[in-house]
């Protein structure tokens, strides 16, 4: 199938079923929109060469923040932000990615080793990909791939680990006859950014990304990670993504740091992670702790076992439809973020809190009601607010008169994270 026949499908409305199962009901016509936008970008291109259309959700953490790396558990889910390719093979030996808004990447599958100088790069995040699954024994080839994506850079929604689940979803489609599952696919876009591009990362955001809707995840064994569907009940609560203003693409030393404090303090206790360790013997031994690392270090320790035993917690809170509840185990993860941590600012950096501010914005515009706390990785970047669906208006009212209009993004949790369109 070309372009064209694509695009003949998505005006007939034979794909509405599909969309609507991706986007809602309410947004199919806008998917439909950009689907057929980004079409018409690759047939211009790419004319009468086969395609296919992907999907690879963004996605928000609820409970777990920092916990992955580590081995532990985590309460994720995607969301109605997502990036989307239009590709198929080109029957060469170079995959090209032409992402909306940045330059063309570019590699060759004869040589998909680690490439020195290519760190930090889209170019290792693809080759990276290809090379896990070429390791796999898959015949990778080269293949023709345009993208976009609303699923903002540096927001705390995971715009890197939707790219990697969109290629990882493609290339499965185009090489791998659909062979590889979700949690395979997230484990190969973690590799690539591990190993090809160099950031030491956990496997949370992939798999939020890939699997699609509310799942909680067990990482005690990272090569098979346990998780499963947590329901989600209707709750009268929207939830809110609230950029702070402040950038956190450049924080990779600050993000290594707390892995590598975790670390550090179980190596002390005999463990190469923090999940490893027992929490009794992490309490009667803090002492040694400290004396062996530092305040932060052991700091950080504590948010890792206080968080960790929230999640579960959470999930079942979820899962009763108790959402008072889960409303005040939010409250209390984000607080130990703040305390204990840390990842509400860069030491680097102190005198710039823009997601404290933020946090105090809406803790303020709340009154008591709902609850907030960091997102993601932290340090800048986005803060995550649960908000009656009565206060919904007022409240991004109250965000963007502060911050800049669209700083408060409404998203919804959608059912399906990396899949094939058509």
């Not at 185009?174 to 997230?186: G, I, K, R, Y």
């Not at 190969?188 to 990362?201: L, M, W």
């Not at 924080?251 to 740091?257: E, I, K, M, Q, V």
Request: proline share 4%; net charge negative.
């Amino acid at each position: 199938m070309d372009a064209q026949a694509l695009q003949q499908l998505l005006r007939n409305g034979e794909l509405d079923s599909r969309l609507a199962e991706i986007y809602f009901d309410d947004g199919v016509a806008a998917a439909r929109e950009r689907l057929l936008a980004l079409s018409d970008r690759y047939r211009e291109s790419f004319p009468g060469a086969p395609a296919a259309l992907i999907t690879a959700a963004g996605r928000t953490e609820m409970a777990g923040n920092h916990t992955d790396h580590q081995h532990g558990r985590v309460l994720a889910a995607s969301v109605s932000l997502d990036a989307i390719a239009c590709g198929g093979p080109n029957g060469g030996t170079e995959i090209q990615v032409h992402s909306e808004g940045y330059p063309a990447v570019v590699i060759d599958v004869t040589d998909l080793n680690p490439v020195p100088g290519e760190e930090g790069t889209s170019e290792a995040i693809v080759r990276g990909i290809a090379h896990a699954m070429a390791d796999r024994g898959y015949p990778i080839a080269g293949a023709s791939i345009v993208t976009t994506s609303n699923v903002p850079g540096g927001s705390g929604l995971s715009s890197s680990a939707a790219f990697e689940i969109l290629v990882g979803n493609a290339l499965n489609h185009f090489f791998c006859n659909d062979e590889l599952t979700p949690v395979e696919l997230a484990q190969i876009g973690q590799y690539a950014e591990n190993v090809h591009f160099g950031k030491p990362s956990g496997l949370m955001d992939q798999m939020a990304c890939s699997i699609g809707g509310v799942i909680s995840i067990d990482f005690a064994d990272p090569a098979q990670p346990q998780w499963e569907r947590v329901e989600c009940p209707e709750s009268g609560h929207l939830l809110c993504i609230i950029d702070s203003g402040a950038d956190h693409a450049d924080l990779t030393d600050d993000y290594a740091g707390i892995v590598e404090e975790m670390r550090a303090v179980a190596a002390h206790f005999g463990a190469e992670y923090l999940s490893q360790v027992d929490r009794d013997a992490f309490w009667a031994g803090i002492a040694g702790a400290r004396a062996a690392s530092n305040d932060r270090a052991v700091l950080r320790a504590i948010h890792f076992f206080s968080d960790d035993a929230r999640v579960p917690r959470m999930a079942d809170a979820l899962a009763e439809g108790e959402f008072d509840r889960f409303l005040s185990l939010v409250t209390e993860s984000g607080g130990s973020s703040i305390a204990h941590l840390q990842n509400i600012y860069s030491a680097s950096a102190p005198t710039q809190q823009a997601v404290g501010v933020t946090i105090a914005l809406a803790e303020h515009l709340l009154s008591g009601r709902g609850a907030v706390r960091v997102h993601g990785g932290g340090f800048a970047g986005t803060v995550q607010a649960y908000v009656p669906e009565e206060l919904v208006e007022d409240f991004r009212a109250g965000i963007d008169a502060a911050l800049g209009e669209g700083a408060c993004t409404v998203v919804r949790i959608r059912p399906v994270g990396g899949a094939v369109i058509a």
